[in-house]
Nanobody, 123 residues
Framework: QVQLVESGGGLVQAGGSLRLSCAAS????????MGWFRQAPGKAREFVAA????????YYADSVKGRFTISRDNAKNTVSLQMNSLKPDDTAIYYC????????????????WGQGTQVTVSS
């Protein structure tokens, strides 16, 4: 079983940057694809970004493409999300998740989830 713990959330002004990190508790991390999702109040959880186990392939939602960058360090069992040019619409709880199969854009493909970290972008 993989336990995931997110960190790095906070309050930032529009146009600012934040870097989220997700630490995994087991060596099985290196064989899993990892994703970031977010959920704003009153809205469904949505895909933000994903990275395959090797780190060679990454995927982004259109709304964050060009502003967010996902990366991973398998030696440290961590995955990060660098968020630049933040907008108020980026305000949400951000979750990292681990997937071992399936379409990385889809929530059901992810087996393990973190508890989430709050990101608030003020205008």
């Amino acid at each position: 079983q993989v336990q995931l713990v997110e960190s790095g959330g906070g309050l930032v002004q529009a146009g600012g940057s934040l870097r989220l990190s997700c630490a995994a508790s087991t060596l099985a991390f290196s064989s899993s694809a990892m994703g970031w999702f977010r959920q704003a109040p009153g809205k469904a959880r949505e895909f933000v970004a994903a990275i395959e186990w090797s780190g060679r392939s990454t995927y982004y939602a259109d709304s964050v493409k060009g502003r967010f960058t996902i990366s991973r360090d398998n030696a440290k069992n961590t995955v990060s999300l660098q968020m630049n040019s933040l907008k108020p619409d980026d305000t949400a709880i951000y979750y990292c998740a681990a997937s071992y199969s399936g379409n990385l854009y889809y929530i059901p493909s992810y087996r393990y989830w973190g508890q989430g970290t709050q990101v608030t972008v003020s205008s």
